[in-house]
């Protein structure tokens, strides 16, 4: 044992001296630097023979490197004094907004305890919430009738989704209609350019416009990010009025924090469900085949992963008629006939626009949203162009979906472009420690060959989901640390894809070395 420890004592201490070295390195360079009288014997050593010239360059070396000095100083100070007040507006920002999410709960507390004590105080007094007369014992006893036994006679006539069963007896006897629909994709865009054109006066380029089908195709959930007042908004607007179906606007809070505040809750004291415009939007949704949408505007102004977890998760299964959701855990007789237990299945025929802007007022998007969705940047404005007069069209969902399913049989991403995406994926591991992953190579299979049928190439389809999908996560990574990874990484795409193909995906790349 007596070996181990001379030989643990001596293995250690050049361990522990390199580091006291490096320090003392440190030290005495530092000390050399700024040793006046070394500067002040020199400078007298030479002094008595420099002429004038020479003494007018002496003194310019000594301001150059008192200068060279305090311009280092101020940096280190200037550095140092923005990265403390950086982090502490964003400490600042966070105790806000953990202030404003404690006031929000008190508040939803508070409600909750007015409607109880109101329930009370109305069953004292013989009534029902909804204000008709009756014992008090009765009410009592109805409700506890209502949680134990919910399908009971009793509660006909309790209507507690008064929109929704508005909605049933509008549609009574509606059958969904065949619009015999016969365009292509490619049709399709240019007919929906030339309508905003036309009649909206939005100007779209057809690359964006094809990226826009490629995300329908791969994700029924689609993310317009960029710059504010390039069209974001404007775009899902757009196309909600050329499929004839306004698109349902839903203002993301800065509270919103569960899937009520989006669908809306059920009112203890009213008995009555607070319906949403997005609860109505997805039950109008299932009685028709035509084209529904939903936008999420400023979805990121809250955390995304909180108030729309539960429809993240939905859309991910494969299985469409398990797209369903919970309103309510009990069942009354004259629920909406769409509903099935308290359930709501989500329809297959709508689709979830979200618009985002990056700044201090709002939330990062974490990879757990973008990974499920298809972010589409949109950060220039196009220039008016001249189009033919376009209308309107009534559109099957079922057709487009078809013609999805086509292009990705016609126009299947080549064995050779899969063997490269392959290789990209070894090498992205390998050098930045970031993976694809079977969800991201799925929606790429989809994306693509839409994005060719829609008129564009499969490298261009490649390269733009590939900048859009997986690039995006070296913003997670430490900029300065892979920094001189990217012009390796560069230089493999010119070579893999050809130089000068891989565009969106370089200028990202060119963009994060510039930050770093």
Same mark, same amino acid.
């Given at each position: 044992?007596?070996?181990?420890?001379?030989?643990?004592?001596?293995?250690?201490? $050049?361990? $522990?001296?390199?580091?006291?070295?490096?320090?003392?390195?440190?030290?005495?360079?530092?000390?050399?630097?700024?040793?006046?009288?070394?500067?002040?014997?020199? &400078?007298?050593?030479?002094?008595?023979?420099?002429?004038?010239? +020479?003494?007018?360059?002496?003194?310019?070396?000594?301001?150059?490197?008192?200068?060279?000095?305090?311009?280092?100083?101020?940096?280190?100070?200037?550095?140092?004094?923005? #990265?403390?007040?950086?982090?502490?507006?964003?400490?600042?920002?966070?105790?806000?907004?953990?202030?404003?999410?404690?006031?929000?709960?008190?508040?939803?507390?508070?409600?909750?305890?007015?409607?109880? =004590?109101?329930?009370?105080?109305?069953?004292?007094?013989?009534?029902?919430?909804?204000?008709? +007369?009756?014992?008090?014992?009765?009410?009592?006893?109805?409700?506890?009738?209502?949680?134990?036994?919910?399908?009971?006679?009793?509660?006909?006539?309790?209507?507690?989704?008064?929109?929704?069963?508005?909605?049933?007896?509008?549609?009574?006897?509606?059958?969904?209609?065949?619009?015999?629909?016969?365009?292509?994709?490619?049709?399709?865009?240019?007919?929906?350019?030339?309508?905003?054109?036309?009649?909206?006066?939005?100007?779209?380029?057809?690359?964006?416009?094809?990226?826009?089908?490629?995300?329908?195709?791969?994700?029924?959930?689609?993310?317009?990010?960029?710059?504010?007042?390039?069209?974001?908004?404007?775009?899902?607007?757009?196309?909600?009025?050329?499929?004839?179906?306004?698109?349902?606007?839903?203002?993301?809070?800065?509270?919103?924090?569960?899937?009520?505040?989006?669908?809306?809750?059920?009112?203890?004291?009213?008995?009555?469900?607070?319906?949403?415009?997005?609860?109505?939007?997805? #039950? $109008?949704?299932?009685?028709?085949?035509?084209?529904?949408?939903?936008?999420?505007?400023?979805?990121?102004?809250?955390?995304?992963?909180?108030?729309?977890?539960?429809?993240?998760?939905?859309?991910?299964?494969?299985?469409?008629?398990?797209?369903?959701?919970?309103?309510?855990?009990?069942?009354?007789?004259?629920?909406?006939? =769409?509903?099935?237990?308290?359930?709501?299945?989500?329809?297959?025929?709508?689709?979830?626009?979200?618009?985002?802007?990056?700044?201090?007022?709002?939330?990062?998007?974490?990879?757990? !949203?973008?990974?499920?969705?298809?972010?589409?940047?949109?950060?220039?404005?196009?220039?008016?162009?001249?189009?033919?007069?376009?209308?309107?069209?009534?559109?099957?969902?079922?057709?487009?979906?078809?013609?999805?399913?086509?292009?990705?049989?016609?126009?299947?991403?080549?064995?050779?472009?899969?063997?490269?995406?392959?290789? &990209?994926?070894?090498?992205?591991?390998?050098?930045?420690?970031?993976?694809?992953?079977?969800?991201?190579?799925?929606?790429?299979?989809?994306?693509?060959?839409?994005?060719?049928?829609?008129?564009?190439?499969? !490298?261009?389809?490649?390269?733009?989901?590939?900048?859009?999908? !997986?690039?995006?996560?070296? @913003?997670?990574?430490?900029?300065?640390?892979?920094?001189?990874?990217?012009?390796?990484?560069?230089?493999?795409?010119?070579?893999?894809?050809?130089?000068?193909?891989?565009?969106?995906?370089? @200028?990202? =790349?060119?963009? =994060?070395?510039?930050?770093?």
């Amino acid at each position: 044992m007596n070996t181990f420890f001379r030989f643990f004592y001596e293995f250690v201490s $050049i361990f $522990i001296g390199g580091i006291t070295d490096i320090f003392k390195g440190i030290y005495k360079g530092i000390t050399k630097m700024f040793n006046i009288f070394s500067y002040k014997k020199i &400078l007298q050593s030479y002094g008595s023979a420099f002429n004038v010239g +020479e003494w007018i360059l002496a003194i310019l070396t000594i301001v150059l490197l008192t200068s060279i000095v305090i311009a280092f100083l101020i940096l280190v100070i200037s550095r140092l004094r923005k #990265y403390l007040r950086l982090r502490r507006q964003k400490l600042n920002q966070d105790e806000l907004l953990d202030e404003i999410d404690n006031l929000n709960n008190k508040v939803r507390k508070l409600m909750k305890e007015k409607d109880e =004590l109101m329930a009370m105080k109305v069953s004292q007094l013989g009534l029902s919430p909804d204000g008709e +007369e009756g014992t008090g014992e009765g009410t009592d006893a109805g409700d506890a009738s209502d949680s134990e036994d919910p399908d009971k006679d009793k509660n006909a006539g309790n209507i507690r989704f008064p929109k929704l069963n508005r909605i049933d007896q509008e549609m009574e006897g509606f059958k969904a209609k065949n619009y015999n629909n016969n365009f292509t994709l490619e049709e399709l865009i240019d007919n929906f350019r030339c309508f905003a054109a036309s009649q909206l006066h939005l100007y779209y380029n057809e690359s964006l416009l094809r990226a826009f089908f490629g995300g329908l195709a791969c994700s029924k959930l689609i993310i317009l990010q960029g710059i504010s007042g390039t069209g974001k908004t404007s775009l899902a607007y757009a196309w909600g009025k050329f499929v004839k179906h306004n698109s349902c606007i839903a203002s993301v809070q800065p509270s919103w924090r569960d899937k009520t505040e989006l669908l809306g809750y059920f009112n203890e004291f009213t008995k009555k469900f607070n319906e949403s415009n997005v609860l109505e939007e997805l #039950y $109008i949704s299932r009685f028709d085949d035509d084209v529904h949408t939903v936008i999420l505007d400023e979805m990121n102004i809250a955390r995304v992963e909180y108030y729309f977890a539960e429809m993240l998760s939905v859309l991910e299964v494969p299985n469409r008629n398990e797209w369903v959701i919970e309103l309510v855990t009990t069942t009354w007789l004259d629920d909406p006939k =769409l509903l099935d237990h308290g359930k709501l299945k989500l329809p297959s025929n709508l689709w979830y626009i979200g618009t985002i802007n990056n700044d201090d007022s709002t939330f990062m998007v974490t990879d757990k !949203v973008y990974d499920r969705a298809m972010p589409i940047d949109i950060n220039e404005k196009i220039d008016p162009f001249a189009c033919r007069e376009q209308e309107a069209m009534d559109i099957n969902c079922s057709y487009v979906e078809n013609l999805f399913n086509n292009a990705i049989q016609e126009h299947a991403v080549s064995e050779k472009g899969i063997n490269i995406i392959n290789k &990209l994926d070894d090498y992205v591991i390998q050098h930045f420690r970031i993976a694809f992953g079977n969800r991201i190579m799925k929606q790429l299979k989809a994306f693509v060959p839409v994005y060719v049928a829609c008129g564009g190439d499969e !490298v261009s389809g490649i390269d733009y989901f590939l900048a859009k999908k !997986v690039l995006r996560k070296f @913003e997670q990574l430490n900029l300065i640390l892979i920094r001189d990874e990217i012009d390796g990484f560069i230089k493999y795409l010119n070579k893999e894809f050809g130089t000068g193909n891989m565009k969106e995906c370089i @200028e990202f =790349l060119e963009r =994060l070395k510039k930050s770093a």
